[in-house]
């Protein structure tokens, strides 16, 4: 199979490795398409910690091609979406934390190749009718639908998103989906806000043509909303999501911030408010369940472009520059 393999920094090398075997307990599958996450970019740009020389990409989907000892060879030829690692649902952080922090967690290799190797129970089974490119979406999805069930959710609530890229999409899904009233979104980019309609939010704001804070009270006859959510990852924009909730109301923070930024808010004005912050990192216990969720959604578009393999740094060149909602590779196509 041909393989990219990370070499450090903005460096790629196209490879020709053996097709893999699986082990027991795995499965091997074909790799139809992988998003570029932003992690890929901040790795090639030495943000994020990672050791070279590796083959990335964690976000896929693909055809199960072959079984490992103890899985059922039913398998072969399910279309499946991956998980990035297991869970023994056993462990301290199963338990008290969540899946996705498994101490035991085995992982699939990356996914920048033709195969990749994934525990059985992390190739989940699309349902029928859902386009098999779509698989790569569930992982950055499930980070949205972990987060938004961590909020509880008022009968009439009002909820701001910050933010409508695919985050904030899904983010917009997955409120509307647990009932949320009105969802507006707060976006400066006009085709994304498009994209925003089309995952269900109510109200639509341009920022930098209109005050958001208007939006809200009007929106809530002046009391703010019930639940605000960041999905940008600016600190500044996390103290707009606590200044737009009301008395008592949630904000989530699904954005990733820098490491070393602190709050730029009026802590009085947030202990007053008896706001609730909530943190919400990574895929929780919800990859399962979010593969059917986003099956319903309409998802045309989202994948805005598609490269091939010899191309991968390029994809997530153009991804760090904020081309498209989320672009793909296609190391088979
Ligand atoms: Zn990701
Ligand atoms: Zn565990």
């Known amino acids: 199979m041909k393989v990219a393999v990370w070499q450090g920094g903005p460096k790629f090398t196209i490879e020709q490795r053996p097709d893999p075997t699986p082990g027991p307990g795995q499965v091997v599958v074909k790799v139809d398409t992988v998003g570029v996450c932003g992690t890929d970019v901040h790795i090639t740009q030495g943000l994020f910690p990672a050791k070279p020389p590796q083959i ?30 297991s869970h023994c649902g056993q462990c301290h952080n199963c ?28 190739a989940h089974k699309m349902p029928d009718g859902m386009p098999l490119e779509m698989g790569a979406l569930t992982e950055p999805a499930s980070c949205c639908y972990s987060g938004v069930g961590f909020l509880e959710i008022q009968k009439d609530a009002v909820a701001v998103v910050i933010g409508a890229g695919i985050m904030g999409l899904f983010t917009i899904a997955a409120l ?5 009233k009105t969802v507006i979104s707060s976006e400066p980019v006009a085709a994304r806000r498009d994209f925003a309609r089309q995952f269900g939010a109510d109200i639509l704001n341009d920022p930098t043509k209109d005050d958001i804070g208007e939006v809200v009270k009007q929106a809530t006859g002046g009391h703010g909303a019930h639940i605000a959510v960041e999905v940008v990852g600016k600190p500044q924009l996390v103290g707009k999501a606590i200044e737009l909730v009301r008395p008592r109301g949630q904000v989530l923070l699904i954005g990733v911030s820098n490491k070393g930024t602190t709050l730029p808010y009026d802590l009085y004005d947030l202990h007053y408010k008896e706001v609730r912050l909530l943190g919400a990192f990574g895929r929780g216990n919800a990859f399962a369940s979010t593969v059917h969720e986003i099956a319903k959604l309409d998802l045309k578009g989202v994948i805005s472009a598609s490269y091939p393999l010899d191309r991968v740094y390029d994809a997530i060149k153009d991804s760090g520059e904020g081309r498209g909602i989320k672009l793909a590779v296609k190391p088979n196509g």
């Open 56 to 85: 990335l990409g964690h976000e896929f989907g693909g055809t199960v091609v072959a079984t490992g000892q103890g899985v059922a060879k039913s398998r072969i030829g399910e279309h499946v979406s991956c998980d990035i690692s």
């Open 176 to 180: 509307k989906s647990r009932g949320v």
């Open 95 to 122: 338990r008290e934390w969540n899946w996705s922090r498994c101490e035991k967690a085995e992982r699939s290799t990356g996914a920048f190749a033709g195969f990749s190797l994934v525990p059985d129970q992390s």
